[in-house]
Antibody, heavy 126, light 108 residues
Framework: QVQLVESGGGVVQPGRSLRLSCAAS????????MHWVRQAPGQGLEWVAV??????????????YHADSVKGRFTVSRDNSKNMLYLQMNSLRAEDTAIYYC?????????????WGPGALLAVSS | SYVVTQPPSMSVAPGKTARITCGGN??????VHWYQQRPGQAPVPVIY???DRPSGIPERFSGSNSGNTATLSISRVEAGDEADYYC???????????FGGGTRLTVL
């Protein structure tokens, strides 16, 4: 069965960097677009980023997109040989404090998120 | 970027029907997906592409989408349906995924 497990969360000071990882199993990882979604304490879901399966399944020539709130600071990437998804987070701010979920897109191009990991907690605090 | 609006909360008696709305400009032209999130758990899809139900989701869950409103309906509401519900769609112009603010459903 599909399994997604995030790791790399923790407490980090404002302005520092951190990389989250998501280990995927139970499906052909290289065939699916993957996402990061976050949820600040007591708040709703916020989409963070998407990366296409292997660069060929892109929308307008780009294989990745980021929410405006993280654009220029966060970068999504993947290693299909290791079935791993990553989120490199730089210049962290207090408002980036959240649970970060990795999620598998069900289909091709704007489909729904069929499977989610349990999440990794990031706290940005001095 | 495209904006979708949900009521923050609603309550319903057991056995009744809950209808949770998701509003947006001509949202009927887009595909809307719905997720259920229980406290301390990751979200789970309950409706996708407006009306389809993933395997394992009870038939009591249904969806519709027309005009400026998409709706998630839960019939014969049970205590176990108490959760936060989020609508989500893909904005084709920005290539961004968009979530509604979420609706907390309380079963009286």
């Amino acid at each position: 069965q599909v399994q997604l497990v995030e790791s790399g969360g923790g407490v980090v000071q404002p302005g520092r960097s951190l990389r989250l990882s998501c280990a995927a199993s139970g499906f052909t990882f290289s065939s699916y677009n993957m996402h990061w979604v976050r949820q600040a304490p007591g708040q709703g879901l916020e989409w963070v980023a998407v990366i296409s399966n292997d660069g060929s399944n892109s929308y307008d020539g780009s294989d990745k997109y980021h929410a405006d709130s993280v654009k220029g600071r966060f970068t999504v990437s993947r290693d299909n040989s290791k079935n791993m998804l990553y989120l490199q987070m730089n210049s962290l701010r207090a408002e980036d404090t959240a649970i970060y979920y990795c999620a598998k897109e069900a289909g091709v191009g704007g489909s729904y998120l069929s499977h989610w990991g349990p999440g990794a907690l990031l706290a940005v605090s001095s | 970027s495209y904006v979708v609006t949900q009521p923050p909360s609603m309550s319903v008696a057991p056995g009744k029907t809950a209808r949770i709305t998701c509003g947006g400009n001509n949202i009927g032209d887009k595909s809307v997906h719905w997720y259920q999130q229980r406290p301390g758990q990751a979200p789970v899809p309950v409706i996708y592409y407006d009306t389809d139900r993933p395997s394992g989701i009870p038939e009591r869950f249904s969806g519709s989408n027309s005009g400026n409103t998409a709706t998630l309906s839960i019939s014969r509401v049970e205590a176990g349906d108490e959760a936060d519900y989020y609508c989500q769609l893909w904005d084709t112009f920005s290539h961004h995924w968009v979530f509604g603010g979420g609706t907390r459903l309380t079963v009286l």
